[in-house]
T-cell receptor
Framework: QKEVEQNSGPLSVPEGAIASLNCTYSDRGSQSFFWYRQYSGKSPELIMFIYSNGDKEDGRFTAQLNKASQYVSLLIRDSQPSDSATYLCAVKLEGRDYKLSFGAGTTVTVRA | NAGVTQTPKFQVLKTGQSMTLQCAQD?????MYWYRQDPGMGLRLIYYSASEGTTDKGEVPNGYNVSRLNKREFSLRLESAAPSQTSVYFCATQTSGSSYEQYFGPGTRLTVT
């Protein structure tokens, strides 16, 4: 079992819709969770982090964490063509203070 | 405030040649990382440095060496490049304390022929 798993996509959504991305992780003791956005040919950019169960909102982005079910999700509301990118989920695994484990990423395409 | 910088941006090597990828940060972070990213493989950790003076292997260290020159700089060396090392290389830093956020440099695209 991979430490962090994401649906590879591609996920295609119409402009203005909600894009929903999911990520599951294997280590029940994980405490810190991150979402990165990566445009084609560019480096990953941190867009959200969440440490506590529940929802965290930042503009059009909402991260949702459910530790009991070991998943973290990212919602993109009012999706724009500029949201077209690959989204990477990253998890700090328990006992590995200096390392994050990354999922392979979900590619999102927003159709105008 | 440049954040994390990497040089060069692009490089083409012949098999067996050597080169050093440079990374520098002005974020005052203790921890620094080297990743490679290949299609379908995601980000894979090559080496990391938790603090100045220490380095440790990641998932895919074979064929690479690193030097943590000081708090700001962390270099990655390929002693004898192989086509399997064709990849995009990212340097990253991590915030100190308990937040664990990582910030990435712009990357180096390396092709080994």
């Amino acid at each position: 079992q991979k430490e962090v798993e994401q649906n590879s996509g591609p996920l295609s959504v119409p402009e203005g819709a909600i894009a929903s991305l999911n990520c599951t992780y294997s280590d029940r003791g994980s405490q810190s969770f991150f979402w990165y956005r990566q445009y084609s040919g560019k480096s990953p950019e941190l867009i959200m982090f969440i440490y506590s169960n529940g929802d965290k909102e930042d503009g059009r982005f909402t991260a949702q964490l459910n530790k009991a079910s070991q998943y973290v999700s990212l919602l993109i509301r009012d999706s724009q063509p500029s949201d077209s990118a690959t989204y990477l989920c990253a998890v700090k695994l328990e006992g590995r203070d200096y390392k994050l484990s990354f999922g392979a990423g979900t590619t999102v395409t927003v159709r105008a | 405030n440049a954040g994390v910088t990497q040089t060069p941006k692009f490089q083409v090597l012949k098999t067996g040649q050597s080169m050093t990828l440079q990374c520098a940060q002005d974020m005052n972070h203790n921890s620094m990382y080297w990743y490679r990213q290949d299609p379908g493989m995601g980000l894979r950790l090559i080496y990391y440095s938790a603090s100045e003076g220490t380095t440790d292997k990641g998932e895919v260290p074979n064929g690479y060496n690193v030097s943590r020159l000081n708090k700001r700089e962390f270099s990655l060396r390929l002693e004898s490049a192989a086509p399997s090392q064709t990849s995009v290389y990212f340097c990253a830093t991590q915030t100190s304390g308990s937040s664990y956020e990582q910030y990435f440099g712009p990357g180096t695209r390396l092709t080994v022929t």
